[in-house]
């Protein structure tokens, strides 16, 4: 079966680091992305792994390891409106993408 | 404005009534997807299309679901006799599919409240 785990809630402080985990098993793989999702939005696209390793942009980071089936979402200089879910999916052999429940992050000061 | 817009955004309906959702992708975009989302969970897939050719519909989706996109642009949701069960956000998703790449775009969703 297709499947996609992320942890339930992560709290952080304002200003630091924090890591989300995701790991997957799915029929084929196109690539993986990361949204972000307020609470009463739609999500919001952040990033896109395809090969292995680290792509940057700005604050957020996303990783990928296609053999261990493993990225991560790093998020550096935690800012109170980065309270959020933050959302792992696949992209199967169809294009069509499988979602994880999502990651809730809470920022306190 | 050229993203993805959903109509109506809020629906508070009876339970057996029917209901229907519009969503109009962005122009160029040839795929159209629907989901369902319930707090705490990810997007649930319903269904979706390329251009007019619905290619797939989840098995958990009940037969008073129904979904169209006449001539490859706009699409509708339809729920018929209601069920409080199917409050829930809908979201409409529109993508334009590569060789490599498949960012999906998402509308502001429909949150619909079965009473």
């Known amino acids: 079966g297709q499947n996609i785990d992320q942890p339930t809630e992560m709290t952080a402080t304002e200003g630091a680091i924090v890591q989300i985990n995701c790991t997957y098993q799915t029929s084929g793989f196109n690539g993986l992305f990361w949204y972000q999702q307020h609470a009463g939005e739609a999500p919001t696209f952040l990033s896109y792994?395809?090969l292995d390793g680290l792509e940057e942009k700005g604050r957020f980071s996303s990783f990928l390891s296609r053999s261990k089936g493993y990225s991560y979402l790093l998020l550096k200089e935690l800012q109170m409106k980065d309270s959020a879910s933050y959302l792992c999916a696949v992209s199967d052999s169809n294009y069509q993408l499988i979602w994880g429940a999502g990651t809730k992050l809470i920022i306190k000061p | 404005d050229t993203g993805v817009s959903q109509d109506p955004r809020h629906k508070i309906t009876k339970r057996g009534q029917n209901v229907t959702f519009r969503c109009d992708p962005i122009s160029e975009h040839n795929r159209l997807y629907w989901y369902r989302q319930t707090l705490g969970q990810g997007p649930e897939f319903l269904t979706y299309?390329?251009?007019?050719?619905?290619?797939?519909k989840s098995r958990l989706l009940s037969d008073r679901f129904s979904a169209e996109r006449p001539k490859g642009s706009f699409s509708t949701l339809e729920i018929q006799r209601t069920e409080q069960g199917d409050s829930a956000m809908y979201l409409c998703?529109?993508?334009?599919?590569?060789?490599?790449?498949?960012?999906?775009?998402f509308g502001p969703g429909t949150r619909l409240t079965v009473l």
């Open positions: 792994n395809v």
């Open positions: 299309f390329q251009n007019e050719a619905q290619l797939e």
């Open positions: 998703a529109s993508s334009l599919v590569s060789d490599t790449y498949n960012e999906q775009f």
